[in-house]
């Protein structure tokens, strides 16, 4: 890092968290703020995306002017800003979008729109905290497991990307959150599995591994299937009801999630071997289960292939992921131009 480094506001409202970053040289984030609407969403069970949009823009401000405070910087100090134009929700997105323009029109900065799963894979290469980076290997082979996504990605350069395999039907962190809720456990779903997980067996249930032949795809629809019958068949009076007995709660929490993990870690293996990976990366809200981040190191010791995920708080949705893609995206295709759209879905490359 030189001192003129160039530092980089992100901002990021693709789904229920608000959130501004400023990273410098691309690595080293100097603040990063996230407002979760976590507590709002949670009586109704999900997000809603119109009350969403709506938080979002109550708090954009004061979430931007909190991360250049932090960072101790101000706007003459900005080399340019990056905002996530896809995928995500229309509405939430079009908050973030527009604060970003508003902030590019005032102050005659570089604006570049942002593809989320890229900003997830990127934060592997930040530096925060006590996360030491690590420096890309290419190609190295990245599994995007979030709640709308679970892609297999190559990367064989900065901005070069194919899709080796995704999901037909859930993504990952929804087939866990799903499973979550039929399990009566509470909302956000993905964290609240992994918790009662770390107290049972995840050989108590031999849950499917379902397997799409012929290629790294994911389907993770039949696997919620089996769990709900499983439910059924061991008298529990309906879904979405706690089972009473915890020890038999934590059990099929345990089994189920670890039916995903082996799923998303057999794919990700088989072609990270098929296309001679030097890495293999974790990203995505779903990187931050506690049993995928243990057994995909374990894969990789196995393999012999290096492995990495970022820090927790880099994991779910954040904004430094989004200035890094920003800087490097900067450099190389320049700004966008203010017309530019937010986009409901937004491949990040195509699919092999
Ligand atoms: O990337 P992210 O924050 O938002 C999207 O882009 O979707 O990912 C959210 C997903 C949710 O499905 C959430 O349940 C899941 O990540 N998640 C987890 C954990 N923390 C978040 N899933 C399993 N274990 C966790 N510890
Ligand atoms: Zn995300």
Redesign the pocket.
């Known amino acids: 890092m030189t001192p003129e480094a160039p530092i980089i506001l992100g901002i990021e409202t ?2 229920d ?1 608000t959130a501004a970053a400023v990273v410098r040289d691309g690595i080293e984030v100097l603040s990063s703020v996230v407002a979760s609407q976590e507590a709002v969403h949670a009586r109704f069970g999900g997000i809603v995306p119109e009350i969403a949009s709506r938080k979002h823009a109550e708090v954009i401000t004061a979430v931007v002017e909190e991360a250049l405070t932090e960072a101790g910087v101000s706007w003459p100090d900005l080399a340019g800003m990056a905002v996530t134009q896809g995928p ?1 929700l229309v509405g939430s997105l079009l908050v973030g979008l527009s604060a970003a323009k508003g902030y590019a029109l005032a102050t005659g900065l570089p604006l570049v729109g942002i593809n ?1 799963l890229e900003g ?1 894979l990127l934060a592997n290469f930040l530096r925060f905290g006590d996360a030491e980076p690590i420096t890309p290997d290419f190609p190295l082979v990245c599994l995007i ?5 679970s892609d297999i990605l190559l990367m064989r350069d900065l901005g070069v990307y194919k899709i080796l395999g995704w999901t037909k039907d859930d ?4 087939a ?2 799903k499973g ?1 809720r039929v399990l009566g456990l509470p909302y ?4 609240a ?3 009662a997980a770390r107290q049972g067996k995840p050989t108590a249930i031999a849950f499917p591994r379902p397997q799409v032949s012929g290629s790294f795809d994911f389907s993770f629809s039949g696997l919620k299937t089996a769990l709900v019958r499983h439910i059924q068949a061991a008298g529990a009076p309906d879904t979405g009801t706690a089972l009473s007995n915890v020890a038999a709660l934590s059990d099929i929490a345990a089994s189920y ?1 670890e039916a995903v993990v082996d799923t998303l870690i057999r794919n990700t293996t088989a072609a990270a071997k098929r296309f001679s990976a030097k890495q293999m990366l974790l990203a ?3 990187a ?3 049993r ?1 981040r243990t057994k995909f190191a374990e894969a990789g010791r196995k393999l012999g292939i290096p492995t990495h995920y970022p820090p ?1 708080s880099l ?3 954040n904004a430094a992921m989004i200035a890094a893609a920003g800087h490097f995206r900067l450099l190389r295709h320049g700004s966008d131009a203010l017309d530019m759209d937010a986009f409901s879905s937004l491949p990040v490359a195509e699919h092999v």
């Open positions: 693709s789904c968290e995500g989320h997830h497991a979030s709640g709308g996504h993504a990952a962190g929804e866990l959150d979550a956000p779903g993905g964290p599995l992994d918790a999630q995505g809200g779903v931050a289960n506690s995928l927790l994991c779910t949705d």
